[in-house]
């Protein structure tokens, strides 16, 4: 699966593009968090991470743009997959952990569905990642009605004509092992079948527990699991380069090093992602586009080999 992130554009923008991401051998476009945002409009980049509620719709996109996206890219065997954000909600001016006063009534006003409000210090202790916050409003995603909410919303995204999500923070959501069933249970639930799932599991080493969320999504991160078939790879991602701090290690990186070096995962993983930059068309260039066609190409002749 090689898939282009669109990160900040206006979906209506997108369709104009569809045509060139199947011509640069591209099969899925991954598309912003479309939930409601504390802050709407083309503001700070991390704001899209913000949302207040699980519903679609906000400056990016409205629930029909999403529906004819949808339609457009599948009509044209280009999948669009939904950036969506389930560990947490935006938080208020006064304490980053405490919910905005935006946030859907229906979430704020029961305390039972928020984590502590402690922040992760040990990103290497398990109990903390799963059970404290990330600097935002955690959400207890092992309550029964968030988990509720949580699936009306993905199979709302799905009957929109979505095939596949990038589970944002899903290293903050615990295993069947560390005793929850959350990810079984929601990908049992979900309507449709044949969806490309990924989740978000960055800097963590630890090869079990890289291997157990194989056993529910492909992972998106630096670390390889076991199978690394079950791998997203990156070079860049928009908050390696839109983050101001020690997480925005490619800011400084050319687009021709990040061409370069997306070749070499191209050649090597099954499933990549390519961030498309800001005013930056390196992803349409020939060197990109023969890197995505490279496995594809060879997987038919070894196919022919065998006839």
């Not at 502590?116 to 955690?138: S, T």
């Amino acid at each position: 699966m090689r898939i282009i992130q669109f990160f900040n554009w206006r979906l209506v923008d997108i369709m104009d593009y569809v045509l060139k991401v199947k011509e640069q051998g591209f099969d899925a476009i991954q598309i912003n968090p479309i939930q409601p945002l504390k802050e709407d409009g083309l503001k700070e980049w991390w704001m899209s991470y913000q949302p207040i509620d699980f519903a679609i719709g906000n400056f990016y996109g409205t629930k029909e743009d999403l529906i004819q996206l949808c339609c457009y890219a599948n009509k044209n065997n280009i999948r669009i997959f939904a950036d969506v954000v389930i560990n947490h909600m935006g938080g208020s001016v006064e304490n980053n952990l405490v919910p905005h006063s935006k946030v859907a009534d229906k979430l704020r006003s029961n305390p039972l569905y928020w984590r502590p409000q402690k922040n992760v210090y040990n990103w290497h202790d398990r109990q903390e990642v799963i059970h404290n916050c990330m600097g935002l409003p955690g959400l207890n995603v092992y309550h029964q009605d968030v988990e509720d909410m949580i699936v009306k919303y993905l199979n709302e995204l799905i009957d929109c004509g979505i095939t596949g999500f990038r589970f944002d923070a899903a290293k903050s959501i615990g295993l069947p092992s560390e005793g929850y069933r959350f990810w079984p249970n929601v990908i049992y639930r979900l309507k449709k079948y044949g969806l490309f799932l990924y989740g978000e599991v960055i800097f963590e080493e630890d090869i079990k527990v890289l291997d157990e969320y194989t056993n529910y999504m492909n992972i998106l991160g630096n670390y390889d699991a076991t199978d690394k078939d079950k791998m997203v790879k990156f070079i860049e991602s928009h908050d390696t380069f839109l983050s101001d701090d020690s997480l925005g290690y490619t800011r400084y990186l050319s687009s021709e090093e990040i061409v370069r070096e997306y070749q070499k995962i191209a050649y090597n993983y099954v499933n990549t992602l390519f961030y498309a930059r800001p005013f930056d068309n390196s992803w349409q260039c020939n060197a990109v586009r023969e890197a995505n066609f490279f496995r594809k190409n060879n997987s038919l002749v070894r196919a022919k080999n065998y006839e």
